[in-house]
T-cell receptor, first 113, second 114 residues
Framework: DGGITQSPKYLFRKEGQNVTLSCEQN?????MYWYRQDPGQGLRLIYY???????QKGDIAEGYSVSREKKESFPLTVTSAQKNPTAFYLC????????????FGEGSWLTVV | AQSVTQLDSHVSVSEGTPVLLRCNYS??????LFWYVQHPNKGLQLLLK??????LVKGINGFEAEFKKSETSFHLTKPSAHMSDAAEYFC????????????FGGGTRLMVKP
């Protein structure tokens, strides 16, 4: 099945710890994205990448880091510098054609304990 | 710059009655508009999109939306609600000069009463 796989579905982080969320797609999409969703709110863009080995900050990049070493993979690291990391994280991908559809993964819940 | 306003944070309807979820947008350029649905603890699924073709767009599960440039609106409708329609709905705009950068509305939670 073609799609976007995020893992883990649920993750708990201790104070001061870095954690990494995985995102893999087999849709052959050039562009990938990470969004953060807080309860009852819309999505905010953290980082995006339109080509391998290149990525740009979104609206709320502070405290996060990404890499794009392979077309299929776009992992997100939530660093200890992110002071309020508890949220639902969504990975997405698309072609780079203007106004093409963006497809989303099933999301990952991160909770600070 | 672009923005999206979903005029109702919550909408409650009875099963079998019509659904109307309202969305207004602003964009400096000719926009593309989308409606996505999100069920609890799930990712977003595309319902429909408008990309400068027909102004009345039909989507999945009986939903449709009409693009009205004069009113800068893109309201989502369905003639008859089903219990399975209960979910969060997001109106999204993408300026056609900005690649695939999306701006999301705050969402509307649709509740369907039996």
């Amino acid at each position: 099945d073609g799609g976007i796989t995020q893992s883990p579905k649920y993750l708990f982080r201790k104070e001061g710890q870095n954690v990494t969320l995985s995102c893999e797609q087999n849709l052959n999409h050039d562009a990938m994205y990470w969004y953060r969703q807080d309860p009852g709110q819309g999505l905010r863009l953290i980082y995006y990448s339109q080509i391998v080995n290149d990525f740009q900050k979104g609206d709320i990049a502070e405290g996060y880091s990404v890499s794009r070493e392979k077309k299929e993979s776009f992992p997100l690291t939530v660093t200890s510098a992110q002071k309020n990391p508890t949220a639902f994280y969504l990975c997405a991908s698309s072609t780079t054609t203007v106004a093409n559809t963006i497809y989303f993964g099933e999301g990952s819940w991160l909770t600070v304990v | 710059a672009q923005s999206v306003t979903q005029l109702d944070s919550h909408v409650s309807v009875s099963e079998g009655t019509p659904v109307l979820l309202r969305c207004n947008y602003s964009s400096s350029y000719s926009p593309s508009l989308f409606w996505y649905v999100q069920h609890p603890n799930k990712g977003l699924q595309l319902l429909l999109k408008y990309t400068s073709a027909a102004t009345l767009v039909k989507g999945i599960n009986g939903f449709e939306a009409e693009f009205k440039k004069s009113e800068t609106s893109f309201h989502l409708t369905k003639p008859s609600a089903h219990m399975s329609d209960a979910a969060e709905y997001f109106c999204v705009v993408s300026a056609n000069n900005a690649g695939n950068m999306l701006t999301f509305g705050g969402g509307t939670r649709l509740m369907v009463k039996p």
